[in-house]
């Protein structure tokens, strides 16, 4: 117990912290730093050079100019590789942005009781690891397994073959990637909406703030740099597609090309051609559109401007 | 290439496991080390053979077999072929064209050439007629043939009494049967239109030439050939009546779909254990009810008869091989040996080898005749200019001919499909490409 029990205390004043205190800090955030420093430069830099020096030489190391981009640029499989996956990114990006928003903010305006377990029940599928639950949907989408053949067979689809038609299979791989991917990010965006002040939703709602008023007006214009976060990361893997049409050409047995998504046809230009420029030069494809849509959105959105 | 046969070559029965004392004896005084990578399919005889030669240090390593043209032997080579070791000696794959891709310059010409001196023509004369083509680059021999997987005529024979048809001997004979059965037993099948190699069931047996590679360097590629039109008409209104659906032969819901309703198939040797026998099969039938019958002659039952066929595995030597002997010696014993292909899961390329491997398969009397009689005749029909090419011609026919199939398409309008798929790829792999031979 302490002495002064019942004595008004007196108020320590905060100190700033010592000199060593701030070199143990300084210490302590280059360790943090340093250590996704090192993976990244293992893991990442280091690789996207590598794929740029071989996208820019021939086997053995000449020098091949922009030969390997042009040249894989005029294979017969390149331009479809591309359509597919800008259709799939224009499916799944709105799908994705539109209904993540939607359903954070319903999560985030429901009952403060049900939040929890709501949360918790979107988050449940992305919890399965990413191929596990490309191969539960392989039972969903094939009408004879299906549990849901009845919702198939108001399409008219009664085999897998008339599932993973062409023009199905945006659509196809974005519920997959909904699923599997979606909930994590309603978490995210519903750490976003909670971290905006109580006050400013209260002051909206004495303003006179609708529920709807108060999602578009209030909380989205709040949350804009997530969303464009969101965006980035989201678009950054939909190029990069590659797990979903690999599994689902297995099961169809090759009915899904497997060259459907630039990525599967730059790891078949690598590995069953053995042509390592040419699939560099995918990669880099790749990267470049990657890089210019997150630079795009970034500037846009004046991403990394502190208010 | 020989997309789904391998996984089917995994499903077949395995075989019995006499072996000839004689051919142990010769062989097991070999002494040496020796890298083998097998599917698991065929590890039996990769076992058998480290068991009989003692003296060889035998290290074993089981992969896919490059299982569907996943590439995972070319994806292994081309990763060899940069850090400059690490090839195994000797290489089973389940791709029936697996040589030919190895073939391309970037893979630093890894199969050893086996008909200079490294296996005796003694042996190689033994081969069934064709067998060693999908092994043929340019004059060298570059594997050595597995199992043959040409395609016959699987009759359900009770169902055939019952209904009071006769066994076709001809297409146009299967034709009309197909039709009246679509008429008078709607549901039930004569076979399937929806599988990646349906263009070699069924054009390859027409003698279609859309993927004839007449050199090392040109394709015959004419999808307006008489020959690939007359195979189209006489398919149409099998797939328009459904009674040859476009559904997916080797998928598990075939069985569930299909095993009381079908009447014929035209397929490979290795449904037998893929579609028929066995507990691990599609369709699990009781004994007697499935025979295999001679494959389909065109327009009169005097006529030739040519035939297709899907996938069949190939022994691969390394070039890098420390002792070429030692490892031309092994692949031999497993390639042509009657105790290591009595445990083969599809007939036998080597002649002396099949004979031994069908006789055991009909000690079973499962099939309501003996297979050999049909399997003997059917090995030499296999029509040679549907080729193993570099590209996966089965892939391609899957990805692009499949899904306008699936969505009520002809098939005759599908073989301008392939064949321009086929010189699209022909062309990209640095062919020419001819419509006229």
């Known amino acids: ?307 | 290439m020989a997309a789904a046969a391998g996984l089917a070559l995994c499903l077949g029965a395995v075989a019995g496991t006499g072996i000839s004392s004689a051919t142990t004896r010769a062989s097991s005084s070999s002494s040496g080390k020796l890298t083998i990578w097998t599917d698991s399919a065929r590890l039996p005889m990769v076992k058998l053979y480290a068991k009989d030669h003692p003296k060889v240090k035998v290290d074993i390593v089981t992969f896919d077999g490059g299982a569907n043209g996943d590439g995972s032997v070319e994806s292994k080579i081309a990763l060899f072929n940069r850090v400059g070791h690490g090839w195994p000696d000797i290489i089973f794959s389940e791709e029936a064209n697996d040589v030919q891709r190895l073939a391309a310059p970037q893979f630093d010409n890894f199969a050893s050439v086996l008909n200079k001196g490294l296996v005796s023509t003694s042996v190689l004369k033994n081969y069934a007629t064709g067998a060693l083509a999908p092994c043929m680059v340019g004059g060298k021999l570059e594997c050595l043939r597995n199992d043959m997987a040409f395609d016959v005529l699987w009759v359900n024979v009770p169902l055939m009494k019952k209904w009071g048809y006769s066994v076709p001997q001809t297409w146009q004979q299967w034709q009309a049967i197909g039709m009246g059965v679509a008429k008078n037993h709607p549901g039930y099948i004569v076979g399937t239109a929806g599988d990646s190699f349906d263009d070699s069931i069924y054009l390859q047996a027409a003698q279609c030439p859309v993927n004839d590679l007449i050199n090392s360097y040109t394709l015959l590629d004419d999808p307006s050939s008489p020959n690939c039109t007359r195979m189209g008409k006489l398919l149409d209104p099998l797939v328009a009546d459904k009674s040859l659906p476009v559904v997916y032969s080797l998928a598990s819901t075939f069985g569930k779909q299909y095993a009381s309703k079908t009447l014929m198939l035209i397929g490979p040797a290795w449904y037998s254990g893929a579609i028929f026998e066995g507990s691990g099969s599609e369709f699990n039938s009781p004994k007697g009810t499935w025979a295999a019958y001679p494959p389909l002659a065109w327009g009169s039952p005097s006529a030739k008869a040519w035939t297709g066929d899907v996938g069949g595995g190939l022994w691969i030597m390394s070039s890098h091989a420390a002792d070429p002997k030692l490892a031309a010696s092994a692949m031999t014993w497993l390639a042509t040996s009657t105790p290591s292909q009595n445990l083969s899961q599809g007939y036998p390329g080597y002649v002396p080898a099949a004979k031994s491997w069908v006789a055991q398969q009909d000690a079973g009397h499962f099939f309501a005749s003996p297979l050999a009689p049909t399997f003997s005749k059917a090995v030499g029909e296999v029509w040679p200019g549907f080729a193993e090419s570099p590209w996966d011609a089965y892939g391609l026919w899957a990805a692009n001919a499949l899904p306008n199939l699936a969505s009520g398409a002809s098939f005759s309008s599908q073989i301008g499909v392939i064949g321009t798929q086929l010189s699209n790829a022909a062309q990209s792999a640095g062919f020419q490409v001819v419509t006229k031979p």
Request: aromatic fraction near 14%; glycine fraction near 8%.
């Open chain 1, 1 to 307: 117990m302490n002495v002064a029990d019942g004595l008004p205390v007196p108020v320590r004043t905060k100190r700033s912290p010592g000199r060593g205190q701030a070199a143990g800090r300084k210490r302590a955030g280059y360790l943090f730093v340093g250590l996704y420093v090192a993976l990244l430069l293992l893991f990442g830099v280091v690789p996207t050079g590598y794929a740029l020096y071989l996208s820019l030489t021939r086997p053995g190391g000449k020098w091949a100019g922009l030969a390997d981009f042009l040249n894989t640029g005029h294979d017969y499989r390149f331009l479809p590789a591309f359509e597919h996956i800008a259709v799939y990114l224009l499916v799944w990006l709105v799908v994705l942005v539109v209904l993540v928003l939607f359903l954070a903010l319903m999560l985030h305006g429901g009952v403060r009781r049900t939040v929890p377990f709501f949360r918790f029940l979107l988050y449940m599928p992305g919890a399965l690891a990413g191929s596990a639950s490309v191969l539960v949907w392989l039972f969903m989408l094939d009408p004879p397994l299906s549990p849901w053949r009845f919702v198939e067979s108001l399409f008219h689809l009664s085999s897998l073959p008339q599932v993973v038609l062409p023009d199905h299979l945006p659509f196809v791989f974005a519920v997959i990637a909904f699923w599997t991917g979606a909930g994590g990010w309603i978490v995210v965006m519903n750490g976003a909406l909670n971290n905006i002040s109580d006050e400013v939703i209260d002051s909206a709602r004495i303003d006179g703030a609708n529920a709807w008023q108060l999602a578009f007006s209030i909380k989205l214009p709040l949350i804009k740099k997530w969303v464009v976060y969101m965006v980035i990361l989201a678009f950054a893997t939909g190029t990069q597609l590659f797990v979903e049409p690999t599994l689902v050409s297995t099961a169809s047995f090759g009915e899904v090309s497997q060259f459907w998504s630039p990525n599967q046809l730059a790891y078949y230009m690598a590995f069953t051609e053995a042509n390592f420029n040419g699939a560099a030069a995918i990669s880099v494809d790749l990267l470049v559109v990657c890089l210019m849509v997150a630079a795009l959105l970034v500037f846009r959105s004046k991403f990394f401007e502190i208010e």
